[in-house]
């Protein structure tokens, strides 16, 4: 997928000129906060399960080596196999050569991120071969050749308007709005891609490392049918999902919910163990793993450590100020929000997405609803540091900075330069007691008043007082 | 002999100094009143948020160990400011823990308090006289709700306060779009949220709206100044303190 994160001061202006945008994402702002607050208060130990997911994460981080190579054992053991893919390019050609040796032209797909992270249906395309989504969001998008615009809900973006077109427009059926019209629109023509795949990709919410097991949760049941109807399914999933045991799968489950849609629990919670057995009535003959590194294993032991929690519940976006205003599409790439305002740098490079980490006030409500306490601002910081070392920041902040920390570390000409500036915001002011204009100030004036100082700097009169 | 009072010295805050001073003299009374001798070390500056937050530690932590060293041998520190407080309170991070500024880091973040937080708990005054009759409401800013936990001290004290009532907004605990630098390099998006943040001010019919952060109090008092809402907008002590006789933030001199 195109980086488009350096325009995205100009995405912003436009996503908050646009009035459909700004309706979807008042439904999105109306609903996901309040079910996840209601939930959270319902469950009594939820905290405790904040920190006991924080806790284990952090020790699989410190093992992860321990885990999945634990994990690729009883995967081989049950009868399926393992591919470790250190790129994005690495799994793109793992996944293709599992799907000629298939001989597949057309495969279904179950809603994967990091398949839209490493650009799998483009290139499959490319190749000569049909994905087709499933998830309803997905396939509204592919309609389109639209991208996701969150994490758990990709086409928050649209309105029930923009999806009664492009169903019109594809379908060549009598435009509808209504929703179950619409759903069991999608559904017929999905029944038939079901039958006809020839492989089923899906991605992977936790991968067990005791029993070789990868679980997806959906609320749609097409994640099912990806998964047991094709001849060979094939799971692509990025190395930090491993958890050690079903168990400690259980504890993410109960969070991941709560935190992601403000259920007590995903509608559909599918386990895949290995390939048909003999007597099983029914599953895939083929089960492949395509375990996606991508830049994650160089996070290890950096500042960046702590990201590698996430388990993709979209919390922190659905709660943030910034992607509520702009929405996902804003953030140029594959993951929006405060977690992608992280990845994102990591792994298209902070060249090209220095602006995502500096856009945000660090009002911290990202990292209060964090499921396992991702101290998001922090990491955040941490880009705008490796930004300023790299002198990559604008020559303007750079030398604005310089200037103002010259006077900062010198507390005798800080009070000059404090009391000039109060004086001169006072004369701009005049008896008005605000500025509506000030020059090099067009960010703050061009959308609100600058209120002038009441008087003297506290410094001046405190020494008038002779105190 | 009485015993010597508890010395507390006063982190005025930049805003405090240059828009707003006011605030620190509201700050001194009280604190004065909560029965501590109240100095201002005159070497102190900015607490050096806006290099740490730009990346440049470097400069961050020559304002940190400079401020380290103003407030050298008070038992306390205090600023009407939670986004300030915060950041001393992230001095630690800024050096190795081996480094003997790390020690005198974590040192001067056990001493350093939000002013509400440190009124709640040292002001005994159960009633707090004031001329100001009315209803206020309160926005929660960010870094002193969730750095520092400020949320029900400011309400606390306020109800001390025989002639104020509060209305609360709705999303008081939503970002008022400040954030520092982040209200010029992205203007379009902070103008959306403090654009929210006064439809919700406005809704309350408040005479007055309080802050515990003048930077968020200079960000929704513009805003409300410029969409002529006749709200008021004035830090929380100056209220406390029972100075209100300067005008309100961005209002003009009364003439006589």
């Known amino acids: ?467 | 002999m009485a015993q010597p009072r508890p010395r507390v010295g006063l982190f005025v805050t930049c805003l405090a100094d240059m828009f707003r001073p006011e605030v620190a003299f509201a700050s001194v009374k009280l604190l004065e009143l909560a029965g501590f001798d109240v100095k201002v070390p005159q070497r102190q500056t900015c607490c050096g948020q806006p290099a740490f937050n730009s990346g440049d530690r470097e400069d961050t932590a020559d304002i940190a160990r400079q401020t380290i060293d103003a407030f050298d041998g008070f038992e306390y520190v205090v600023g009407p400011s939670g986004s300030c407080i915060g950041m001393l309170h992230h001095y630690p991070e800024l050096f190795e823990e081996n480094d003997p500024w790390y020690q005198r880091a974590l040192n001067l973040k056990s001493r350093a308090f939000e002013i509400t937080s440190f009124l709640a708990e040292h002001l005994k005054q159960e009633t707090l006289e004031g001329a100001f009759k009315g209803t206020v409401t309160y926005h929660d800013s960010c870094s002193g709700l969730r750095e520092l936990g400020v949320k029900k001290q400011p309400r606390e004290l306020l109800s001390r306060m025989p002639g104020v009532q509060i209305c609360e907004m709705e999303e008081a605990e939503t970002c008022c779009g400040f954030g520092g630098t982040f209200c010029v390099k992205y203007p379009d998006i902070s103008n959306r949220m403090v654009s929210n943040k006064v439809e919700n001010i406005r809704a309350t019919n408040a005479d007055l709206l309080l802050g515990g952060d003048l930077g968020c109090l200079l960000n929704m008092a513009g805003k409300l100044k410029r969409e002529g809402v006749e709200i008021e907008a004035r830090h929380v002590v100056e209220v406390l303190a029972d100075m209100i006789q300067t005008p309100a933030i961005g209002d003009a001199e009364q003439s006589a």
């Open chain 1, 1 to 467: 997928m195109q980086v488009r994160s350096p325009e995205f001061k100009e995405s912003a202006r436009i996503a908050l000129t646009d009035a459909n945008l700004q309706k979807a994402l008042g439904n999105l702002k109306a609903g996901f906060p309040a079910k996840r607050a209601t939930a959270a208060a319902r469950l009594p130990e939820f905290e405790a399960l904040r920190d006991q997911a924080r806790d284990l994460k952090n020790h699989i981080i410190e093992h992860l080596d321990l885990y999945l190579e634990e994990f690729e054992r009883n995967v081989t053991a049950n009868g399926g196999t393992v591919h470790w893919c250190r790129t994005a390019e690495d799994a793109r050609q793992t996944i293709l050569q599992i799907c000629r040796e298939q001989g597949a032209k057309t495969v279904t797909k179950g809603k994967s991120m990091v398949t839209e992270e490493i650009g799998l249906n483009e290139y499959l395309e490319k190749q000569g071969i049909e994905p087709v989504e499933t998830d309803l969001g997905e396939y509204i998008l592919q309609l389109r050749q639209d991208h996701p615009s969150h994490i758990v809900a990709p086409a928050i973006h649209l309105t029930l308007d923009d999806v009664a077109d492009a169903f019109h427009e594809h379908h060549k059926r009598p435009r509808s709005e209504d929703p179950a019209v619409l759903m069991q629109e999608a559904r017929e023509m999905l029944r038939k891609k079901f039958v006809s795949a020839d492989v089923g990709i899906t991605g992977a919410n936790f991968l067990i490392a005791e029993t070789g097991s990868t679980i997806i949760c959906t609320n749609e049941g097409n994640g099912d049918l990806t998964q047991t109807l094709p001849k060979t399914h094939v799971v692509v999933s990025s190395i930090e999902k491993v958890v050690p045991t079903l168990e400690d799968m259980t504890l993410f489950l109960r969070l991941l919910a709560r935190s992601a849609t403000g259920q007590e629990f995903t509608v559909y919670n599918t386990l895949s163990t290995g390939p048909r057995r003999p007597g099983d009535t029914d599953g895939p003959e083929n089960f492949h793993v395509v375990l996606v590194d991508n830049g994650r294993s160089e996070m290890v032991g950096s500042e960046f450590q702590e990201m590698l929690r996430c388990i993709r519940c979209s919390a922190c976006m659905n709660h943030c100020p910034v992607y509520g205003a702009v929405g996902g599409q804003t953030y140029g790439w594959v993951y929006p929000g405060p977690m992608g305002s992280v990845l994102t740098p990591q792994m298209v490079g902070i060249e090209q997405a220095g602006l995502l980490p500096n856009a945000s006030t660090f009002c911290g409500k990202c990292e209060e609803v964090c499921p396992v306490r991702i101290p998001l601002p922090k990491l955040m910081r941490h880009w705008r540091d490796k930004e300023y070392e790299k002198h990559l920041s604008p020559a303007a902040v750079r030398y604005g900075l310089k200037f103002w920390a010259f006077f900062a570390k010198r507390p005798g000409l800080y009070r000059l330069l404090s009391a000039s500036s109060n004086r001169f915001l006072r004369l701009m002011a005049g008896k008005k007691g605000r500025a509506t204009r000030l020059p090099l100030a067009g960010g703050w004036t061009d959308h609100r008043d600058i209120p002038a100082p009441s008087g003297k700097t506290f410094m001046q009169q405190w020494q008038e007082q002779n105190r």
